[in-house]
């Protein structure tokens, strides 16, 4: 395997948050502690363009492409959806004076994670909310969807992975998953196992079919795992920690394949927050509180 560095996407004032696929496979958006949301073009890091400026941070964003619309959480202010190519609101739902950290979709809903503990689950044709789905007194911090077995996983500050029903909404199981916050949480592609990665630098298999039994465990950073995504064909792995690296692994084995650093490839020199792993050319693009974003190429 060998990594290369192709580009930095600059321009963002503050640590960046937050990383989404955009309309097309070449285009992407970020956000942060700025709360400028950017629309970028792989290939063109100077042609960044400013879609939304909100008055806080933003830690999540959801790309809506049936809707061409874009959800942003700001913090302590609510949700915002933008039309990123009119660059304008069109429409916004103040739920709660909490922080959102996560936000996914699913057929007609969007699911919130909020720091109050509360995942808010909103109609996304009325923009409306129909449930707060309150398990935790602890920040939810991340979601992940299986549509297979319809269940939603919530990574918590209380060290626990939360599955609910995504049918009735009603929580089915709680996995004493690790000894810190749950920071990321994801599904493998053919949805049999849930990944989760946590600020105690484990990172865990679950398996779904055996009622969500450890199935491997691995220390894989030095400090907290704050991202984990899947390559596009689901055979690689990509994980980013505050101890500045990502890290390449097997997705069957989690055998690690490389690290990523600043040492060995000019990575970042900061906390690594997000990663996306893109269709065009197999690029891994990852962001950093180093307020850049940069671009890599995996053969």
């Known amino acids: 395997m060998t990594i290369q560095k192709l580009d930095t996407f600059g321009g963002h004032r503050d640590c960046v948050y937050a990383l ?32 939304a400026q909100v008055p806080a941070s933003v830690y999540a964003l959801c790309y809506e492409a049936t809707q061409n619309r874009l ?11 933008i039309d990123p190519d009119q660059k304008r609101e069109v429409g916004s739902l103040k739920l709660t004076n ?28 009325q923009l409306a909310i129909r449930r707060h789905l309150k ?10 969807i299986n549509p297979v077995e319809r269940e939603l996983a919530v990574g918590y500050s209380d060290s626990t992975i939360r599955v609910f029903d995504l049918t009735t909404l009603d929580l089915k199981r709680t996995i004493a998953a690790h000894t810190n916050s749950v920071f990321t949480v994801r599904y493998t592609p053919d949805f049999l196992h849930l990944l989760s990665g946590s600020r105690d630098a484990r990172l865990k298999r679950w398996d779904v079919d055996h009622a969500y039994d450890l199935g491997q465990e691995v220390v894989a950073h030095l400090f907290a795992i ?6 596009p064909d689901g055979q690689l792995m990509a994980t980013a920690s505050m101890d500045k690296s990502i890290k390449i692994w097997d997705a069957n084995t989690l055998r690690l394949l490389k690290v990523v650093d600043r040492a060995r490839h000019a990575g970042h020199g900061t ?23 940069s671009v890599w190429e995996i053969r």
């Not at 398990?135 to 992940?144: E, F, G, T, V």
Request: charged residues 20%; proline residues 4%.
């Open 20 to 51: 989404e696929a955009g309309p097309s496979p070449d285009q992407f958006f970020s956000s942060g502690g700025d709360g400028m949301v950017v629309r970028w073009q792989l290939g063109r890091p100077d042609l960044g363009e400013l879609v």
């Open 71 to 81: 959800w942003v959480g700001q913090n302590y202010e609510g949700l915002h959806l």
């Open 135 to 144: 398990a935790s007194d602890q920040p939810a911090r991340c979601l992940a």
């Open 271 to 293: 906390s690594v927050n997000r990663l996306l792993w893109t269709a065009h050319q197999n690029l891994l693009l990852s962001a950093s509180d180093d307020r850049t974003i």
């Open 226 to 231: 704050n991202h984990l995504v899947f390559s």
């Open 98 to 125: 909490a922080a959102i950290f996560d936000i996914k979709l699913y057929q007609n809903r969007a699911y919130a994670a909020l720091s109050d503990g509360v995942v808010v689950v909103i109609d996304t044709e």
